[in-house]
């Protein structure tokens, strides 16, 4: 009997008795921490091993291309800057630096007026710049269909006594470079100095001083203002702008500079418009006259007569018309507030 009590199964609980509940694992999922998982690599798993079979890391491995392609560009560069210099480039480049030797004490015996003139219508940033002005690279950008120029006064000494005339990338490149070595080198006043004596003025004439001799015959010390316009006009293009052989665009010319002077802040308006209407006062001496083309000229330059006073109806109507178009240009840049 008390085995089969033992062996028979034991009584069911009462109804309503508390069951055990078991967890459950989904109740809270939204609420609860994520676990971390750790991601699982060969790297890590065996790391003693993998490593000393892998090789070496090369972390600047990719700026060989880089490296390959700058040595490149440097020496096609270099080739190209040996190919456009002339052969005799140290000693140009040796005459330059001492030709310029005490540039200092000789600007400052010119009238100041020249100077300006000559920045006014070649560079007027000359003396703020560092041999390139990125203001007259941009315009000359904006203004290249129309010929506008962005060379400063150090890029054209450069390019007159070592360069070609031609207009190539290489070539413009190499003269930035340069121009930006000879800044280093000398001073504002010796570059100036070195080029007011070795520009083209016309007539085979090289440096201020023959020029001013030659047009006027007075040294440069002398000059007006005027007559300091009329040289600086010339530069741009010594054949087309000359005084004695075009006077119309030799007028022309002296205008512009006396606009830009203006515009610059070198020059008073009044003083501007007085100049524009005086007659031109140039000489002729040692001049060809199969070289002119007004008939006038061409007879005073065949007697050695000075041209000086010798003003038509024609050049007098030019000048009352440069002066009533300066005027104009004049109230417009008021009107404007530039």
Excluded at 99 to 120: D, W
Excluded at 188 to 213: D, P, Q, T, V
Excluded at 261 to 281: R, Y
Excluded at 297 to 309: F, H, L, P, R
Aim: hydrophobic share 40%.
């Amino acid at each position: 009997m008390s085995l089969l009590s033992s062996s028979a199964p034991s009584a069911l609980p009462l109804t309503g008795a508390a069951y055990p509940r078991s967890p459950k694992p989904f109740a809270h999922r939204a609420f609860s921490p994520k676990p971390k998982r750790h991601r699982f690599t060969l790297r890590c798993a065996t790391p003693s091993v993998l490593d000393s079979s892998l090789p070496p890391e090369k972390p600047f491995h990719f700026l060989i291309p880089i490296l390959f392609l700058v040595v490149s560009t440097g020496f096609l560069c270099l080739r190209a800057f040996l190919k456009v210099l002339p052969p005799d480039f140290s000693d140009r480049w040796r005459h330059l630096l001492e030709f310029s030797e005490g540039a200092e004490t000789k600007v400052t015996q010119l009238p100041y007026h020249l100077v300006q003139a000559i920045m006014a219508s070649e560079d007027r940033r000359f003396f703020y710049h560092f041999g390139i002005d990125p203001y007259g690279v941009g315009r000359a950008v904006v203004y290249y269909p129309n010929g506008g120029g962005g060379s400063t006064i150090t890029q054209q000494l450069i390019k007159n006594v070592f360069l070609t005339p031609e207009r190539k990338i290489s070539r413009k490149f190499i003269e930035w470079i340069l121009a930006l070595i000879l800044e280093r080198r000398i001073s504002k006043s010796r570059i100036l100095y070195n080029y007011l004596n070795k520009m083209y003025w016309g007539h085979g004439k090289f440096g201020i001083e023959s020029a001013s001799l030659f047009y006027f015959g007075k040294h440069p010390s002398l000059l007006n203002v005027g007559e300091s316009a009329m040289l600086a006009g010339i530069l741009p293009a010594p054949e087309a702008f000359n005084p004695l052989t075009n006077p119309k665009q030799g007028k022309y010319s002296q205008a512009r500079v006396l606009r830009r002077m203006v515009a610059a802040g070198f020059l008073d308006l009044e003083t501007a418009l007085k100049i524009v209407i005086q007659p031109l006062s140039v000489r002729a001496a040692g001049l060809n006259p199969a070289n002119v083309e007004n008939e006038d000229y061409k007879k005073q330059i065949s007697g050695n007569v000075d041209i000086k006073d010798n003003w038509d109806w024609e050049m007098a109507s030019v000048s009352w018309d440069l002066r009533e178009n300066m005027e104009s240009w004049a109230l417009k840049k008021n009107r404007s507030g530039q």
